[in-house]
């Protein structure tokens, strides 16, 4: 299979996985249901299940709202194996505004549980954190797989398969930490083929790839690698903010830091740049960090 060809087959496999279908089951809840990508730890990829759980609750709205804001908590893991039911309740619908709770169960019980908000495309004031600038074009930049693959050839076969392709600016952080131990990065990223042109799947696209990198400005800054021996990650929560639209198989710009870190948890924090500038998303991300007692330096 050729490159071209891979990358399309794994940007098919998620528009599988964001295909939910519904339930004819009589509840007091929208019900519906969906598989999951098949992932070499067998627990479920955090993104995955915010941008399912978004496109469930965007399936119960009054035409035309789309995703202003979305928080969610992290429950529990999901295993991959398995399929998912998401239950969405339709909070409130208003004049200009819409607000869903939808939850992700596995086995009868919640994995994941969020609550979004939506609203009619209304003008108003407008500005935006300017895009930084003196950052590498992402043709400048070698793919993360590129890199990864030849020191470690099935974890870089592993990141090809991806739906993304991800550049780190300053290097991916499975082999080493290179440069200063900084508490920020920047990551350029795009789906490896053209998606859809459903505006509503480009932007639980974009929450699927706004879980991806969002904790490494956490351990960037103390030296620690994805390949660390003993490190634990688990996001814990999740809120994202949708300022603009934006295509997510067009290249965009993830800067990310991190504004603290203790008691074993970390807060990530992201803006998400169209190539051309426009601020199109900004993230929160609080995880916990766990790393083998003298690893980590202060």
Do not use: C
């Amino acid at each position: 299979m050729t490159a071209e060809q891979n990358a399309r087959r794994s940007v098919d496999n998620l528009l599988d996985v964001l295909s939910l279908a519904a339930s004819e089951a009589r509840t007091t809840e929208d019900i519906f249901t969906g598989v999951s990508h098949p992932m070499p730890t067998g627990r479920v990829y955090g993104g995955q299940v915010l941008a399912q759980s978004l496109i469930a609750a965007e399936r119960t709205l009054p035409e035309n709202r789309i995703v202003h804001s979305m928080h969610g908590y992290f429950l529990r893991p999901g295993d991959a194996s398995q399929g998912i039911t998401f239950a969405v309740d339709r909070i409130h619908d208003g004049r200009s505004f819409s607000t869903r709770r939808s939850q992700a169960y596995q086995g009868g019980v919640p994995i994941f549980s969020m609550i979004a908000s939506f609203q009619d495309q209304d003008p108003g004031v407008e500005h935006a954190q300017p895009m930084p600038e003196g950052v590498p074009a992402p043709e400048d930049v070698p793919s993360d797989d590129e890199l990864i693959g030849s020191v470690h050839p099935l974890t870089g076969r592993l990141l090809a398969e991806r739906p993304a392709d991800v550049r780190h600016v300053s290097g991916p952080l499975f082999l080493e930490v290179a440069g200063e131990r900084v508490p920020q990065q920047a990551v350029w990223m795009r789906m490896r083929a053209p998606m859809p042109d459903d505006p509503g799947l480009h932007r639980a696209a974009l929450a699927y790839l706004s879980d991806m990198t969002i904790q490494e400005s956490i351990l960037r800054r103390h030296g620690v690698t994805w390949s660390t021996p003993g490190l634990k990650v688990a996001s814990l929560d999740h809120a994202m903010w949708w300022h603009r639209f934006g295509r997510v198989d067009e290249w965009m710009l993830y800067v990310q830091e991190s504004p603290n870190a203790r008691g074993g948890r970390g807060l990530g924090e992201g803006r998400i740049y169209s190539r051309e500038g426009a601020l199109l998303a900004s993230v929160a991300q609080e995880v916990m960090v766990r790393v083998p007692e003298g690893d980590a330096s202060a």
